[in-house]
């Protein structure tokens, strides 16, 4: 490959990051409808939680490989005609779903481990805690994890709505770079 063509911004996002990409997002939503089923179902509480727990690590340690491949491959950028405010809201909202995909899940260890609650990723595989057993600790994680929850819950929201307006009213490939990899221009 020339040098200019790897250099060269590219019009869609590479397999990985749309892999990825559309397998966290199912995972993300999964999540945040197993963590509302949590706090109401008293039937199947101890499921969800055993559901929870492995499934939030599963995100992170994606949302590290995600991160990595943002740093290694270049994005595509976003249309020229998009005002300043759109582009700053797009990188604003990347960067804090990045921050929550990566601090929840972090968030959610802590917790278990203030709690002195094991963090079962499958029977007999537990991983260590990362903060000390303290009851206060717990408490003000445990708060933390569900505000973060319903602030992610928002910002998903916002994502998507953001990429139905490129995909449908736009129509500027912002959404199939993403969705299927296409040049903007077909």
């Known amino acids: ?13 590479n397999g990985l990051a749309r892999g990825l990409h559309w397998l966290m997002a199912c995972m993300i939503l ?7 089923g949590m706090t ?6 101890i499921w969800l939680i055993d559901l929870h727990r492995p499934l939030g690590i599963a995100v992170l ?11 290694t491959h270049a994005s595509p950028s976003l249309p020229a005609s ?8 797009a990188q604003g909202s990347h960067i804090v779903l990045y921050a929550l995909m990566l601090g929840l899940p972090l968030i959610g260890w802590a917790l278990l481990s203030a709690g002195g609650f094991p963090v079962v990723l499958f029977e007999g595989v537990n991983l ?3 903060v000390p057993t303290n009851p206060v600790l717990y408490a003000w994680l445990r708060e933390a994890h569900g505000l973060l929850a319903w602030f992610l819950y928002l910002v ?3 994502h998507i709505s953001a990429a139905l307006v490129h995909a449908w009213i736009y129509r500027d490939g912002v959404f199939s770079s993403m969705a299927k990899g296409t040049s903007r221009h077909d």
Do not use: C, E
């Open 1 to 13: 490959m020339r040098h200019d063509q790897r250099d060269a911004i590219p019009s869609n996002f």
């Open 30 to 36: 999964a999540m945040l409808f197993i963590g509302v």
């Open 40 to 45: 109401t179902s008293l039937d199947y509480r």
């Open 61 to 71: 340690v994606l949302a590290v490989f995600r991160v990595l491949n943002r740093l």
């Open 82 to 89: 998009l005002p300043r405010w759109q582009k700053l809201a």
């Open 128 to 130: 260590p805690a990362i």
């Open 156 to 158: 998903v929201v916002g």
